[in-house]
């Protein structure tokens, strides 16, 4: 196994180690009588180049590079409460996620608040 490969190897190793379940599944937040579970899509791309040779004009040559990246996107919220357990979706900007927790947490609040006026 030749340096390119074996770092491309470890790169890949590490990125098998980082992802679990909670990688998708995020902790449990507890607001106001509601459990919040986010759940993120995550991705992630990789490319490894190699060269080896010699150039008669130039001499021997040698290369290689290796590259990557990745993102977490929120895509909802499942939300457990006294009044069940469902989905909401996240639209796609990380302001929209924000929102929407602002959302169902002011939807269980408001709730509350009605609970306590009876």
């Known amino acids: 196994m030749n340096g390119i490969e074996n770092l491309f190897d470890k790169a890949v190793g590490e990125i098998e180690r980082m992802l679990n379940s909670k990688t998708v599944v995020g902790e449990p937040i507890k607001i106001e009588g509601n459990t919040l579970i986010p759940l993120v899509n995550v991705g992630f791309g990789f490319g490894v180049g190699s060269g080896e040779g010699t150039e008669r004009e130039k001499g021997s040559g040698h290369g290689g590079g290796t590259g990557g990246g990745g993102g977490v996107k929120p895509v909802a919220l499942i939300v457990i409460n006294d009044e069940g357990v469902h989905l909401e979706s996240i639209k ?20 509350k608040v009605g609970e306590t006026a009876h």
């Open 92 to 111: 796609s900007s990380a302001a929209s996620a924000f929102e929407k927790v602002a959302e169902t947490v002011g939807k269980a609040a408001a709730a």
